[in-house]
């Protein structure tokens, strides 16, 4: 069975597909209405979402199969201090396919592990959130029509930011691109990003805080919200929330061919002004996110095989992981897996 815990679970080549099949099912919805007849696809949402939820299920609806879920965790057995692992038991047996959404990062790897139907990571805490990043990619190649070659601006929370951490792991395996990180020092782009992906020359970044600076250059603007859930200190959220605020103002720079692209919601960061430029790719980029999660599905529920990361993954009693927001802190009853000191769950390294 096939999983997307990590936007790396796919190769180029299926990323390709993907937007392929997305494109088809644009032009001929007709042609899909039937495809997942019969199929169930649970969507179990412990955290907030309009977006990502909406679009999974408008997907599943789009190709002929039901939807069952929650998007509320206190509308849950999570409430009464179930685990992860026997949530996604039971919904395993209710279900076809599975996407969830939690706030603990590596969540889905513990659910992938147990499930007994192809799990989907719909977000996990401040780490990934790789079906944000084929809605991107879908983005990037109809807006672009090429995934190389370009100058992506990364703009606001990069901290945090899980949609982010995807898209950068995404677009670094590709030819020529540089990516221009602008973020305040305190919301600078973590270290294991960093080295998982743009370290040793894998891919030319510069590191700013300066977004007007950048603008001239860029071929892609990502603009992300600061995540005001994942601050431990609402003092230093209210100093860093309207870091960068782009206008219609700041645009006349730009090029005339820039793509300005947001996962939203947006809160502050982005002014209305700016939605009527043609160079506005924001809400196109939500349409799209409904038709390339319809083409994951297909693939999903079609394809057989087997990436269960924690197969080879090694006990190491003696680590533990430090983040307290990596699921291994409070599942019980996992054991606690590590590559080298990189625990297998949240990527972070373990002292
Ligand atoms: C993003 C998320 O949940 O990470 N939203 C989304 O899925 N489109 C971005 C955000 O919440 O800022």
């Not at 995404?170 to 540089?178: F, L, P, S, T």
């Amino acid at each position: 069975m096939r999983n997307l815990v990590n936007i790396l679970d796919l190769s180029t080549e299926e990323i390709d597909e993907l937007v392929k099949v997305a494109s088809d099912i644009l032009e001929n919805p007709d042609m899909y209405s039937d495809s997942c007849r019969g199929k169930i696809l649970g969507t179990l949402f412990f955290e907030p979402s309009t977006r990502t939820r909406l679009s999974f299920t408008s997907a599943m609806m789009g190709l002929g199969g039901s939807v069952l879920g929650f998007s509320q965790a206190n509308s849950s057995s999570v409430s009464k201090g179930e685990t992860v692992s026997d949530t996604i038991r039971m919904v395993s047996a209710y279900s076809d396919i599975i996407c969830m959404r939690h706030p603990k990062e590596g969540a889905p790897i513990v659910a992938s592990h147990v499930a007994s139907v192809p799990v989907i990571n719909a977000g996990d805490g401040g780490h990934f959130h790789p079906t944000q990043t084929l809605t991107d990619l879908l983005t990037i190649n109809k807006k672009k029509g090429r995934f190389n070659n370009l100058t992506i601006g990364v703009c606001g929370d990069l901290k945090y930011g899980r949609t982010v951490h995807s898209l950068i792991s995404a677009m670094a395996r590709y030819e020529g691109i540089k990516f221009i990180l602008i973020a305040p020092d305190e919301l600078k782009l973590p270290d294991y990003v960093k080295e998982e992906f743009l370290y040793d020359g894998r891919c030319e970044y510069v590191e700013t805080r300066d977004l007007e600076a950048a603008i001239p250059e860029l071929d892609i603007l990502y603009m992300t919200r600061i995540q005001a859930e994942r601050f431990d200190s609402v003092e230093e959220y209210e100093r860093l929330k309207d870091s960068y605020i782009l206008n219609a103002a700041k645009l006349a720079t730009a090029k005339p061919d820039l793509s300005v692209m947001h996962p939203l919601p947006r809160v502050n960061e982005i002014d209305v002004d700016v939605d009527d430029d043609p160079r506005a790719d924001y809400f196109d980029q939500a349409m799209y996110g409904r038709y390339i999660r319809m083409a994951l599905i297909l693939m999903l529920l079609k394809s057989k095989g087997n990436d269960d990361r924690l197969a080879g993954a090694v006990e190491n009693r003696a680590l533990r992981c430090r983040n307290p927001h990596c699921i291994s802190r409070t599942e019980r009853g996992i054991k606690h897996l590590f590559d080298g000191n990189r625990c297998i769950y949240c990527d972070q390294t373990a002292r």
